[in-house]
């Protein structure tokens, strides 16, 4: 029987991960764990949840004694853009808390996930087919913090034993839980505001590809890869994934086709342009494949076909 604390249960992955563990594992045996922001209603409503924050270590100990915790999935980050404008705050939770994370779980015999991204690749990594093992040199917080937090992760799994695994996501696109301050987070605004407006004003230009993922996918990612036969792992940690690569003209024609009206124009924000520039446009994701049998499901037409479909339905009800 498994034993779950989910830490940043209110962001755009942890509000839906933890529903799907929840759906697997059973209610009681997935903690939500939050910060400031309380869960939506559906995670409160479904299962325990307690304060937990990943900088403040006696309060993850507490929660892994009171529910004898044998997994922890930490969700808690500053997305890219914001974490340029804090990187002092994106430090302290990215890696100060993947730490404290760490520490936790070799003392109490947790497995942990850790979310890497493409950010923790940098202007000199080859943004073609980028490799899973390659050049990583990031030039903004959040790629140090996720450098930091893959290294560590394999420091605690080869000096300590503890179960560590990660996947470096692209961005993630979904219809429950909006992102907030990431460089990838325009592909899921384009499909709100084409429901509700028609239009659309992209902050970044065309041309920039980017990896990308529909969130079911991105659950699976994470459950399959905490399954997966450890014999089998030669990675562990930090696994390139990606379902899709395009650029903001494709995903536009996309949305076109199902409102043919819709119409994009650009006021490219100058900072996440910087940092979209130095991420890759599309990562070999072999690895993954090999190793625990990555397979997303959704692509771009499907993925977007899905998104209007679940935007359009909370905008007829008036929930957006
Ligand atoms: C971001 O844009 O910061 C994230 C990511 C790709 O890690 N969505």
Redesign the pocket.
């Given at each position: 029987m498994k034993n779950i604390l989910i830490i940043g249960t209110a962001g755009q992955i942890g509000s839906e991960l933890t529903m799907r563990l929840r759906s697997i594992y059973g209610n009681n045996n997935v903690i939500a764990g939050f910060r400031k922001t309380m869960p939506s209603q559906d995670v409160l409503e479904s299962g325990p949840k307690e304060m937990v924050d990943a900088t403040m270590p006696e309060r993850i100990v507490e929660v892994v004694k009171k529910y004898n915790i044998d997994t922890i999935y930490n969700l808690a980050a500053l997305?890219?853009?914001v974490a340029e404008e804090r990187p002092q705050a994106a430090w302290n939770v990215g890696v100060n808390g993947v730490y404290n994370v760490l520490e936790v779980a070799r003392e109490h015999g947790c497995a942990v996930f850790f979310p890497s991204?493409?950010?923790a690749f940098g202007p000199s990594t080859p943004l073609d087919d980028t490799p899973q093992d390659t050049i990583q040199r990031p030039n903004t917080m959040?790629g140090v913090t996720k450098v930091a937090g893959e290294l560590l992760s394999d420091y605690y799994f080869k000096r300590f034993g503890v179960d560590t695994r990660g996947l470096r996501?692209?961005?993630?696109i979904s219809n429950v839980t909006l992102?907030g301050g990431?460089?990838?987070?325009y592909a899921v605004e384009i499909f709100y505001e084409a429901i509700k407006n028609k239009k659309f004003t992209c902050p970044l230009p065309a041309g920039t590809f980017l990896d990308m993922m529909y969130m079911p996918d991105a659950l699976d990612a994470a459950i399959n890869l905490m399954e997966a036969d450890p014999a089998k792992l030669k990675h562990r940690n930090a696994f390139n994934v990606s379902a899709m690569s395009f650029d903001p003209e494709i995903i536009a024609a996309e949305v076109k086709k199902h409102i043919p009206d819709f119409v994009m124009d650009y006021d490219v924000s100058a900072a996440k342009k910087a940092i979209a520039d130095t991420w890759p446009n599309n990562m070999d994701d072999s690895a993954a494949r090999a190793e625990w049998g990555w397979d997303p499901k959704y692509k771009l037409p499907e993925m977007a076909g899905d998104m209007l479909k679940v935007i359009g339905e909370k905008h007829a009800k008036g929930l957006i």
């Amino acid at each position: 029987m498994k034993n779950i604390l989910i830490i940043g249960t209110a962001g755009q992955i942890g509000s839906e991960l933890t529903m799907r563990l929840r759906s697997i594992y059973g209610n009681n045996n997935v903690i939500a764990g939050f910060r400031k922001t309380m869960p939506s209603q559906d995670v409160l409503e479904s299962g325990p949840k307690e304060m937990v924050d990943a900088t403040m270590p006696e309060r993850i100990v507490e929660v892994v004694k009171k529910y004898n915790i044998d997994t922890i999935y930490n969700l808690a980050a500053l997305l890219s853009a914001v974490a340029e404008e804090r990187p002092q705050a994106a430090w302290n939770v990215g890696v100060n808390g993947v730490y404290n994370v760490l520490e936790v779980a070799r003392e109490h015999g947790c497995a942990v996930f850790f979310p890497s991204s493409i950010g923790a690749f940098g202007p000199s990594t080859p943004l073609d087919d980028t490799p899973q093992d390659t050049i990583q040199r990031p030039n903004t917080m959040y790629g140090v913090t996720k450098v930091a937090g893959e290294l560590l992760s394999d420091y605690y799994f080869k000096r300590f034993g503890v179960d560590t695994r990660g996947l470096r996501y692209p961005g993630i696109i979904s219809n429950v839980t909006l992102p907030g301050g990431g460089t990838t987070d325009y592909a899921v605004e384009i499909f709100y505001e084409a429901i509700k407006n028609k239009k659309f004003t992209c902050p970044l230009p065309a041309g920039t590809f980017l990896d990308m993922m529909y969130m079911p996918d991105a659950l699976d990612a994470a459950i399959n890869l905490m399954e997966a036969d450890p014999a089998k792992l030669k990675h562990r940690n930090a696994f390139n994934v990606s379902a899709m690569s395009f650029d903001p003209e494709i995903i536009a024609a996309e949305v076109k086709k199902h409102i043919p009206d819709f119409v994009m124009d650009y006021d490219v924000s100058a900072a996440k342009k910087a940092i979209a520039d130095t991420w890759p446009n599309n990562m070999d994701d072999s690895a993954a494949r090999a190793e625990w049998g990555w397979d997303p499901k959704y692509k771009l037409p499907e993925m977007a076909g899905d998104m209007l479909k679940v935007i359009g339905e909370k905008h007829a009800k008036g929930l957006i």
